[in-house]
């Protein structure tokens, strides 16, 4: 597919753009693939840019000094990240890291480029924070459940998200990978799931989770 359609299907403001404005997001922005596990993003690398998802999916977290990563939120296809283009937005000083939790494909625009056209177009920043400010709903969301709720509903809301938004009953991921989406201790998702299999919720395979009755998973969210 043009660059151009996913352009017109993922900004906003591409129609408000004139025709050098968007030749020069054209020309400048950079498609490419990333296999799973690949870091695209992190603190080091300064200031990239906003990207669009055109297939697969992305991570966003931070890093504790010990180490321990927490998901604030992930990035799906169809939808933009702009916390890679954080120094386009004065309010964002944190750094996060975008990890692709699998294969997956994206257009960058450069944060240079997208600086050059907000000084004519209010609505790019508009639609910057705007953006940023729905995903800091997802971190908000993300924070209540590792402060407030106990790791039996934690990977129940997980497991059940999963299922919504992939309608499969078997879910393709690894305790480690769980814990890391939800802030906790492998040892602890393992335990959790242990419990799940003994309640008949769910049963585990190698990388997998199956569930086998939504409606007692239903009953932990």
Not at 90 to 118: H, K, N, R, W, Y
Not at 190 to 211: A, M, S
Request: proline share 1%.
């Amino acid at each position: 597919m043009d660059k151009i359609i996913y352009f017109e299907q993922g900004l906003p403001f591409w129609s408000e753009l004139n025709n050098s404005e968007k030749e020069m997001i054209e020309q400048s922005s950079i498609k490419a693939k990333y296999e799973k596990g690949v870091l695209l993003h992190h603190s080091e690398q300064g200031c990239k840019g906003i990207m669009l998802v055109l297939s697969g999916q992305l991570r966003t977290y931070i890093v504790s000094d010990e180490g321990r990563e927490v998901t604030l939120f992930r990035i799906r296809q169809g939808e933009t990240c702009v916390l890679s283009g954080s120094c386009l937005m004065d309010s964002i000083v944190f750094d996060v890291m975008i990890e692709a939790v699998e294969d997956t494909e994206v257009i960058t625009i450069p944060s240079s480029v997208l600086s050059q056209i907000m000084k004519e177009h209010s609505r790019v920043e508009v639609y910057l924070y705007k953006t940023a400010a729905e995903r800091f709903s997802d971190v908000m969301w993300t924070m209540q459940q590792i402060l407030f709720m106990g790791a039996d509903r934690r990977v129940a809301i997980f497991l059940w998200d999963e299922l919504t938004k992939s309608k499969h009953t078997t879910i393709c991921l690894t305790h480690d990978e769980i814990a890391r989406y939800i802030g906790s201790a492998r040892e602890v998702v393992t335990k959790v799931l242990k419990y799940f299999v003994q309640e008949g919720v769910v049963t585990l395979r190698r990388g997998k989770i199956e569930v086998i009755d939504k409606n007692k998973l239903r009953k932990y969210l």
